[in-house]
């Protein structure tokens, strides 16, 4: 490859995926010299060491090192104060971040796998302020005044649109000390993407329409999801997914709930009412039916060995606005003495109306009414069903 220094006016180079050998990146050599140059990516490249020369590019905006070996940053990045992209985030190798981070005031996307335990990094957060897109993933145990710090420079924040916070390495953030830190957050009303990973004993407060109305995407663990929290997510006017939250038993869906959510879990029964879920494509539910009669015993062991995961196509009648269904047949419960319990296959094909007639009654999932109102359940289903009442 030719010498860098020949494309003085170079505006764009991406050197994805190249291979360096020895860990000698010759070819960024003189990588300085390219003043006009405004996008650098080195994504994927096999690469462990940024030259300083980089802090001579000063009207670069985006700089991508995504799935490189790169532990460490130089020093001269911070003198890049146009940039407005930084990809750092690679799997599995956390990046020191170092005490400069702030002086980049033009970041409008950040991107950073950290294994750094320092509060100075999460302070010297609250100086990018410009930021829109902030995804974040941790490589090490945190103590509780970084996770303070951090949301406290989150509130800083007020452009902020996409908040990914994972958690790498399988370790977990105390529930008590997400509930207490997080409770302050006051989020920016343009957010629209947060995701938290880790449990939080409820949902936190200040997840409604009045302070959230642009959320489309929420995914975060909560322990205990209350008739009221699903209250305040039906209000969420553009939210389409809740991730991987199951909407707890028993619930009934008003006019005008969720009207944008297009893919949901939750656990039978439920009852949507009519102008409920509009826009829902695919639904995954959960029911549970305990037999007291000891003398089908053998009967339902027969049929749960039949009702391993298999296609349901040829089941599985029409649903208006639903393209999917399945049933998560995890237990939800404790044991009980002297019952079994079962996981019906109809469940999967249970009344689920529309909700675009007028006319359309209400529908209802995990109950009587299912087999009742004919919809989505062949004979066949409905004889189980009936079968199965103790």
Request: proline share 6%; glycine share 6%.
């Amino acid at each position: 490859m030719p010498s860098l220094s020949n494309f003085q006016v170079l505006r764009v180079l991406a050197m994805e995926k190249c291979g360096f050998e020895r860990d000698r990146p010759y070819h960024l050599e003189h990588l300085g010299r390219l003043s006009q140059l405004r996008y650098l990516s080195l994504e994927s490249a096999c690469i462990r060491k940024l030259p300083e020369e980089i802090g001579d590019l000063k009207i670069l905006q985006t700089l991508d090192l995504r799935d490189t070996y790169i532990k460490e940053l130089p020093q001269s990045i911070g003198l890049l104060r146009k940039l407005k992209c930084l990809r750092a985030d690679t799997d599995g190798v956390g990046i020191t971040v170092p005490n400069w981070i702030g002086n980049l005031t033009s970041l409008e996307e950040l991107h950073l796998c950290t294994a750094d335990k320092s509060s100075i990094f999460v302070q010297e957060l609250s100086k990018l302020t410009e930021l829109r897109v902030l995804v974040c993933k941790l490589t090490a145990n945190v103590d509780e005044c970084w996770i303070k710090t951090f949301v406290e420079s989150l509130c800083n924040l007020r452009k902020i649109q996409v908040l990914p916070i994972e958690l790498l390495d399988c370790f977990q953030w105390p529930r008590l000390m997400l509930d207490d830190h997080w409770k302050g957050y006051e989020p920016p009303r343009q957010l629209r993407d947060l995701e938290i990973e880790g449990g939080f004993s409820r949902l936190p407060t200040w997840i409604n329409s009045s302070l959230l109305p642009n959320l489309s995407n929420l995914n975060m663990g909560v322990d205990e999801f209350g008739e009221q929290d699903v209250v305040n997510l039906g209000s969420l006017q553009e939210l389409t997914c809740v991730g991987k939250q199951s909407i707890p038993r028993g619930m009934e869906f008003p006019d005008g709930a969720f009207p944008k959510l297009r893919s949901s879990k939750m656990y039978a029964p439920f009852r949507f009412l009519q102008g409920s879920m509009q826009s829902l494509e695919s639904i995954v539910f959960t029911v549970e039916v305990i037999d007291d009669d000891k003398e089908d015993e053998e009967k339902l062991d027969s049929e749960q060995k039949e009702q391993e995961p298999h296609s349901h196509d040829d089941d599985n009648h029409p649903v208006p606005h639903l393209t999917e269904s399945s049933v998560d047949a995890a237990g939800t419960s404790p044991p009980v003495p002297e019952r079994r319990r079962t996981w019906r296959r109809w469940a999967c094909f249970a009344c689920l109306d529309s909700g675009s007639s007028s006319s359309a009654a209400p529908a209802t999932a995990g109950s009587d009414q299912c087999g009742a109102s004919g919809h989505g359940i062949d004979q066949a289903a409905k004889d189980d069903n009936e079968a199965a009442q103790p």
